[in-house]
């Protein structure tokens, strides 16, 4: 399990802005749209789902499920490198049974495996984003605030 530490900035309903580091996973990251960088600084502010009803101030711990960051990282490094590879060793055959040249048909299905493993790729990430799967969720507080204290992050 993946846990990083920030404040909560923000509290709707079911989900909490949470002001937290920037880490180097970040930038291969395939969910970055619940992410909003913080200019000037290393600090983000992240959208994860608030099931321990987190208040704004609360210092929590979010994670992110081991399963879903392999799966994520199978998707992003392993998947397309299967499909290039596939093309790549197909492409002999498939030149020879539709007539075409071998150094055409090379770079031709070669791509074309990499093409398919991309579009499995979408529909796998479509399937953990309809699930919710993607999304970092509150775990639990650390520190609640302080009732009628000014956050000692915010400015």
Known sequence: ??????????????????KTRRSGACAHCGNKSHCEIVAGSDQMVVKAENRVRAGIGDEVELYLDSKTRYKCIFMIYVLPVFGLMIGAFAADSLSRLLGISVKLGMPLFSLTGLALAYLLMRRFAGRLA????????????RRR?????????CP
């Open 1 to 18: 399990m993946a846990t990083e530490y920030g404040i909560v900035e923000n509290v709707d309903d079911t989900w909490a802005w949470v």
């Open 130 to 141: 309809a699930r919710n799967a993607l999304n970092p969720v509150v775990h639990r507080v």
């Open 145 to 153: 605030a302080v009732a009628g204290a000014a956050c000692p992050h």
